[in-house]
């Protein structure tokens, strides 16, 4: 099947520090990308949809200037954290739709972001 | 809005006890549903999907039926395993569309 590919995995910042997560369509091109928030012990939240060539439509009470998105090309969409806080720590995964509407989504691992 | 809602966690089984997760849906339209599974520290993995009524997903032992009359999709195993434990997040995806919509997520602890 598809795959999807995020990285880093984890990663620990400073507070007031960016931080890029990437997001890879690995053998498949994907105009859309999705990204997600989970809390812990809480369900995926969707921050915003990735669109290539364009800009980013956020989810209601997402800060666009706070969480960058950018979809340079048809494989790769990036989420930057900017002026990291604690607050933002997290667990952020993206996702790809499938080939045709209606079908599963294709998950990254997730990347545990940690502000200290 | 199209929603999606879970029973309550956490369900704490034996092992080999029977599972049943309630899972039911909000959506116009015949929308394709989905059971995700996740464990500890990782990303989420498919279980098994249902893309029309009457469709009976299965995979592991789990499987889930698309009850369009009840819009429901509950996630039923017969003999859980330690190994089960994880969360377990019903989701689906609407007709023609491409977002995932993810209900709470229900935690299962699996004794020995």
């Known amino acids: 099947g598809a795959v999807v590919s995020q990285h880093p995995s984890r990663v620990i910042c400073k507070s007031g520090t960016s931080v890029k997560i990437e997001c890879r369509s690995l053998?498949?091109?994907?105009?859309?990308m999705f990204w997600y928030r989970q809390f812990p012990k809480q369900s995926l939240m969707l921050m915003a949809t990735?669109?290539?060539?364009?800009?980013?439509?956020?989810e209601q009470g997402v800060e666009k200037d706070k969480f960058l998105i950018n979809h340079a090309s048809l494989t790769l969409s990036t989420l930057t954290v900017t002026s990291a806080h604690p607050e933002d720590s997290s667990f952020y995964i993206c996702s790809a739709p499938g080939l045709l509407g209606n079908t599963e989504a294709f998950f990254g691992q997730g990347t545990r972001l940690t502000v200290v | 809005g199209d929603s999606v809602t879970q029973m309550e966690g956490p369900v704490t089984l034996s092992e080999e006890a029977f599972l049943t997760i309630n899972c039911t849906y909000t959506?116009?339209?015949?929308?394709?549903l989905f059971w995700y599974v996740q464990y500890p520290g990782e990303g989420l993995q498919l279980l098994l999907k249902?893309?029309?009524?009457?469709d009976k997903g299965s995979n592991k032992g789990f499987e889930a039926t698309y009850r369009k009359e009840t819009t429901s999709f509950h996630l039923e195993k017969g003999s859980v395993q330690v190994s089960d434990s994880a969360v377990y997040f019903c989701a689906l995806i609407r007709t023609g569309g491409f977002k995932t919509i993810f209900g709470a997520g229900t935690r299962l602890f699996v004794k020995a």
């Open positions: 959506a116009t339209g015949y929308p394709s």
């Open positions: 990735s669109n290539e060539g364009s800009k980013a439509t956020y």
């Open positions: 053998d498949f091109q994907a105009t859309t």
């Open positions: 249902a893309t029309k009524a009457d």
